[in-house]
Structures are given as structure tokens and as C-alpha cells.
């Protein structure tokens, strides 16, 4: 059975349910990236819905696998049977408009957005809740590959080799460094690198603060400056970064072991992810090379659809995933014919992390069950479920309802669990440069480790108009 038509949305993480941050895990310190979500048809003149399989976060975006869809909805008001039993909401609600004399009184549309907020949270489902008009619409803005910021992806680590293992906050031996810039951001156009160490902010030292406190610091409205004072080599710099919305490419690309394998990061999971990851293999197979190596750390998702075509290009037929409604029945997505690089002869390997979620482990997850890919690094974040993302009319926000469950092809739910490694292998207490999960997949591959190899793109997961799960220097409906 092939992909479904409508495509399904993977809601990304809360991000209060993510894993807390290690002296040696990394964040991007952007803001929200403001995605171009495609146009979704509308089913009725005021409501419009979206199906998701992504792991949400207030507004920040752990997208998973979704695809956009048009569903049937009912006529909108209070249904005639229904009449007498919303009695009480009225009377309350007249009550309240006609009577209440407290020092606020709230407007009639934050009164029915608590209304509907509190539907919602009496659900007792992370993954179903209510948004207000702003945090909804940036929610919708995240899907796309765009973010407003400097750029930058940046790591709490100990000063020296050996010192503190659990930083909290710079200074007594711990400091805030420099992962990488983030391709194509100010950061990088301003010569921001990797291993630079963030001292302070707009001539104010950092010493003392969290990385919160610091990105907090960092973040603020595009077209103004930040001045970052960095070390490196020992000098004292001060960098001027203006803050702009610049576009974060999907798919990045670099060889490694003398030419031999292809290393391809994925930093979403969207139409334009699926076109570049199809291009960079493409070119990496006519380049001769068989050893592929899928970077899907920090990955939060996105559709379920390209979730679906990134994984045919390794699997020719069959299952790919399973969607479960909420009656039970299950229905099979199998792979699309055509795949670059499904003779057995390509080697894949996939990196993955804890904040590997949604549509990313439905990629994951299909190679390491159809036998086509080892996953190495770290248990998965567990997202398995799907989310209908509903606009309200009126400007009221909007909804993330969870409709259906998605299940790997030999039907495992990996719902808080999560996707094991076949090789594990982690970052904890490396330092910024390094990348030893990426050392562990060459290494299971054949190849020497590299001497200074990058670590991937931690995902950007700002709350809707805010931070990612790696921190960010920039101001997306998730991902900073």
C-alpha cells in the first residue's frame, strides 16, 4: 500500500518532557525557525486541519512525520441534542460577562480560549493541547526551514579535559562553547567557529549564568546587533552579529575517510529534506561511493510522506511503517518503487540520539527493522503517536489532538521507549570538535575515526516563538 495522499504530521516533543541537558549535550541558540508550511486545504470556510505524527511542544516544534490534510468536519456551534448539557457552560459564561467584579476581567475570547484549554488539558495527553492564535500560528511557521537569529549550536562543556562533569552554568571550571555556526546564518557570515568560547554578551560577562540566561541574552529582534566576546587561541574577540531570518539547509553534506563514505545530516523531515537527501545521494552514488552515513541527532521530524520517501531509497517494497486509528484497525505505508540506493551493496548507517523523534524514528526505525541500516548512538526520544493539528475560526488558535498511533514494520510502538541503538555510543563528556558516535560509525564501517570531526546539528527546539532543544542564538514554531 502506498503512502497516504493527505499527509500526516509528526508532532515534535514538549520540551518539557525532554531529557535535561549534559555538560556535553548541545543546543542551538536560535529562535524558533520560521518554517514555510504548505497551504492546506480548507474543508469547511473557517476550519482547516492538519494530521500530525511529530512530537509538539508548547510552540516549540519537534517535528516528527507529518503531512498536511483535509479533513470533514462537523458543522460548527453547540448541536441541537447537545443543547442541555452545555447549559452550564452558558450560565457560567453570562454569568461571569454580566456579574463578575474582580480587578480583571477577561475578554469573551480569552474566556472561551480557557474553555477550550481546559477541554484539552482534561485529556490528560501531552500531546493534546490547546495553542492561543500566536503560538498556533507559530507552530504552523515552523515547519519550513527558516529561522530568525544569529545561528549558532552551542554546548555547556568543562574548561579543560578532565575537569567538572556536570556544568550547570559558566564559570568554577565550566564554559559556554561554540559547536558549530550553523550553515548559512549570521553567525557563520560573521566568522563565528567551531570551539570559539562565548564569554560575554554585549560587554556584559557570562560568568555565573545558565544556558538559558545566556540565550536569553542572545536572542531578540531581527535587523539588531548582538556583540558576542569570544575566546580563541587564547584572544580575546568581540564579534557584532546582526540578527536575521536566514535558511537553514535540510540536508548538509561532507566525505569522509579519504573519499570513501558519504556523510549526509538531516536536519528535518520535509518535502525539501526528501528532495536534497535525494540529490546527495544521488551524487554520492555516481561518485562511487557505497558507505553512506544518515545523521538524524537532534532530528525532531516533520511528514509522515518524506519520512516515507527517504526511507525507499534504501528499501525497494513493503512496509515502511503502520498508522493505527483509534478504533484499532491498521493500516500498512509501504515503500515507493524507485529507490537510489536499494542494492544491498550501499551500506547505511544512521546516527541517532534522544532527541531523534517523530517522523525521524519512522526513518530510523524502517531501516534498522527491514535489516537496511545499523543505528548508532543513543536510545531515540519514543514518539509514536499522530497529532490532528485543528485551526479554530475566528483567530482563536488552534488544537493538537492525538488521532492514531504509528508502529515500525515489524509493528513495534515505540511510544516512550524509543529506538535502541544497534551500536551505542555517545557524546557525554566530549569536547566541542569531537564527535565519537560518528567515530564508532566509521570505525563499524571499516574506516579509521576521523582526527576532528564535527557533531551534527542539534535540533532547534525553541517553544513557539523561542529556543530548540539544543540551544540556539537566534529568535520558528519550534526549533530555534
Same mark, same amino acid.
Given at each position: 500500500?502506498?503512502?497516504?495522499?493527505?499527509?500526516?504530521?509528526?508532532?515534535?516533543?514538549?520540551?518539557?518532557?525532554?531529557?535535561?541537558?549534559?555538560?556535553?549535550?548541545?543546543?542551538?541558540?536560535?529562535?524558533?525557525?520560521?518554517?514555510?508550511?504548505?497551504?492546506?486545504?480548507?474543508?469547511?470556510?473557517?476550519?482547516?486541519?492538519?494530521?500530525?505524527?511529530?512530537?509538539?511542544?508548547?510552540?516549540?516544534?519537534?517535528?516528527?512525520?507529518?503531512?498536511?490534510?483535509?479533513?470533514?468536519?462537523?458543522?460548527?456551534?453547540?448541536?441541537?441534542?447537545?443543547?442541555?448539557?452545555?447549559?452550564?457552560?452558558?450560565?457560567?459564561?453570562?454569568?461571569?460577562?454580566?456579574?463578575f467584579a474582580g480587578s480583571t476581567k477577561p475578554s469573551q475570547d480569552q474566556l472561551v480560549q480557557a474553555a477550550i484549554k481546559g477541554m484539552m488539558e482534561s485529556l490528560n495527553d501531552p500531546f493534546s493541547y490547546y495553542q492561543g492564535p500566536e503560538d498556533f500560528n507559530n507552530s504552523l511557521l515552523s515547519v519550513g526551514?527558516?529561522?530568525?537569529?544569529?545561528?549558532?549550536?552551542?554546548?555547556?562543556?568543562?574548561?579543560?579535559?578532565?575537569?567538572?562533569?556536570?556544568?550547570?552554568?559558566?564559570?568554577?571550571?565550566?564554559?559556554?562553547?561554540?559547536?558549530?555556526?550553523?550553515?548559512?546564518?549570521?553567525?557563520?557570515?560573521?566568522?563565528?567557529?567551531?570551539?570559539?568560547?562565548?564569554?560575554?554578551?554585549?560587554?556584559?560577562?557570562?560568568?555565573?549564568?545558565?544556558?538559558?540566561?545566556?540565550?536569553?541574552?542572545?536572542?531578540?529582534?531581527?535587523?539588531?546587533?548582538?556583540?558576542?566576546?569570544?575566546?580563541?587561541?587564547?584572544?580575546?574577540?568581540?564579534?557584532?552579529?546582526?540578527?536575521?531570518?536566514?535558511?537553514?539547509?535540510?540536508?548538509?553534506?561532507?566525505?569522509?575517510?579519504?573519499?570513501?563514505?558519504?556523510?549526509?545530516?538531516?536536519?528535518?523531515?520535509?518535502?525539501?529534506?526528501?528532495?536534497?537527501? +535525494?540529490?546527495?545521494?544521488?551524487?554520492?552514488?555516481?561518485?562511487?561511493?557505497?558507505?553512506?552515513?544518515?545523521?538524524?541527532?537532534?532530528?525532531?521530524?516533520?511528514?509522515?510522506?518524506?519520512?516515507?520517501?527517504?526511507?525507499?531509497?534504501?528499501?525497494?517494497?513493503?512496509?515502511?511503517?503502520?498508522?493505527?486509528?483509534?478504533?484499532?484497525?491498521?493500516?500498512?505505508?509501504?515503500?515507493?518503487?524507485?529507490?537510489?540506493?536499494? +542494492?544491498?551493496?550501499?551500506?547505511?548507517?544512521?546516527?541517532? +540520539?534522544?532527541?531523534?523523534?517523530?517522523?525521524?524514528?519512522?526513518?530510523?526505525?524502517?531501516?534498522?527493522?527491514?535489516?537496511?541500516?545499523?543505528?548508532?548512538?543513543?536510545?531515540?526520544?519514543?514518539?509514536?503517536?499522530?497529532?490532528?493539528?485543528?485551526?479554530?475560526?475566528?483567530? +482563536?488558535?488552534?488544537?493538537?489532538?492525538?488521532?492514531?498511533?504509528?508502529?515500525?514494520?515489524?509493528?513495534?510502538?515505540?511510544?516512550?521507549?524509543?529506538?535502541?541503538?544497534?551500536?551505542?555510543?555517545?557524546?557525554?563528556?566530549?569536547?566541542?570538535?569531537?564527535?565519537?558516535?560518528?567515530?564508532?560509525?566509521?570505525?563499524?564501517?571499516?574506516?579509521?575515526?576521523?582526527?576532528?570531526?564535527?557533531?551534527?546539528?542539534?535540533?532547534?527546539?525553541?517553544?513557539?516563538?523561542?529556543?530548540?532543544?539544543?540551544?540556539?542564538?537566534?529568535?520558528?514554531?519550534?526549533?530555534?
Open positions: 500500500m502506498s503512502a497516504p495522499k493527505n499527509p500526516v504530521h509528526l508532532d515534535p516533543p514538549d520540551p518539557a518532557d525532554l531529557p535535561a541537558f549534559g555538560p556535553a549535550s548541545t543546543r542551538e541558540l536560535d529562535q524558533e525557525p520560521i518554517a514555510q508550511a504548505r497551504s492546506p486545504r480548507a474543508f469547511q470556510p473557517s476550519r482547516l486541519s492538519f494530521l500530525i505524527v511529530a512530537v509538539l511542544a508548547g510552540s516549540a516544534l519537534f517535528l516528527g512525520g507529518y503531512t498536511l490534510g483535509s479533513r470533514v468536519a462537523t458543522t460548527p456551534g453547540t448541536p441541537i441534542t447537545e443543547e442541555v448539557r452545555f447549559d452550564p457552560f452558558w450560565d457560567v459564561y453570562s454569568l461571569i460577562q454580566k456579574e526551514g527558516q529561522a530568525e537569529g544569529i545561528g549558532v549550536q552551542i554546548q555547556i562543556q568543562a574548561t579543560l579535559p578532565g575537569g567538572p562533569t556536570n556544568c550547570s552554568k559558566v564559570g568554577d571550571g565550566c564554559e559556554l562553547a561554540i559547536v558549530s555556526p550553523i550553515p548559512g546564518s549570521p553567525a557563520e557570515a560573521a566568522g563565528i567557529k567551531a570551539g570559539d568560547v562565548i564569554t560575554g554578551v554585549d560587554g556584559v560577562s557570562v560568568d555565573g549564568l545558565t544556558v538559558d540566561q545566556i540565550t536569553a541574552k542572545v536572542k531578540g529582534p531581527k535587523d539588531t546587533t548582538v556583540k558576542l566576546t569570544i575566546e580563541r587561541g587564547g584572544e580575546s574577540i568581540d564579534v557584532s552579529i546582526v540578527r536575521k531570518v536566514y535558511s537553514r539547509p535540510e540536508v548538509n553534506t561532507r566525505t569522509l575517510a579519504n573519499g570513501s563514505v558519504e556523510y549526509i545530516d538531516v536536519a528535518g523531515i520535509n518535502t525539501p529534506a526528501s528532495s536534497q537527501f +535525494d540529490l546527495a545521494l544521488a551524487n554520492a552514488l555516481a561518485a562511487g561511493r557505497k558507505a553512506i552515513v544518515i545523521d538524524l541527532r537532534g532530528n525532531l521530524g516533520g511528514y509522515v510522506p518524506d519520512a516515507v520517501k527517504m526511507a525507499s531509497e534504501f528499501i525497494p517494497s513493503g512496509t515502511i511503517l503502520y498508522q493505527q486509528d483509534a478504533s484499532g484497525a491498521q493500516s500498512e505505508i509501504s515503500a515507493t518503487p524507485g529507490g537510489r540506493g536499494t +542494492d544491498p551493496s550501499v551500506k547505511v548507517i544512521v546516527l541517532v +540520539d534522544k532527541n531523534t523523534a517523530s517522523a525521524a524514528e519512522i526513518l530510523a526505525g524502517a531501516l534498522q527493522a527491514r535489516g537496511r541500516g545499523l543505528l548508532v548512538g543513543t536510545t531515540t526520544y519514543g514518539k509514536g503517536i499522530v497529532q490532528e493539528w485543528l485551526p479554530l475560526p475566528n483567530n +482563536d488558535g488552534g488544537i493538537h489532538l492525538t488521532v492514531a498511533r504509528w508502529l515500525t514494520p515489524n509493528k513495534v510502538w515505540i511510544q516512550t521507549k524509543g529506538l535502541s541503538p544497534d551500536i551505542a555510543a555517545t557524546t557525554d563528556g566530549a569536547r566541542a570538535g569531537t564527535d565519537p558516535v560518528l567515530d564508532a560509525a566509521l570505525v563499524s564501517l571499516g574506516f579509521p575515526p576521523e582526527a576532528t570531526a564535527s557533531p551534527s546539528s542539534a535540533p532547534s527546539l525553541s517553544p513557539a516563538p523561542s529556543l530548540s532543544p539544543v540551544p540556539s542564538l537566534s529568535p520558528v514554531p519550534s526549533p530555534s
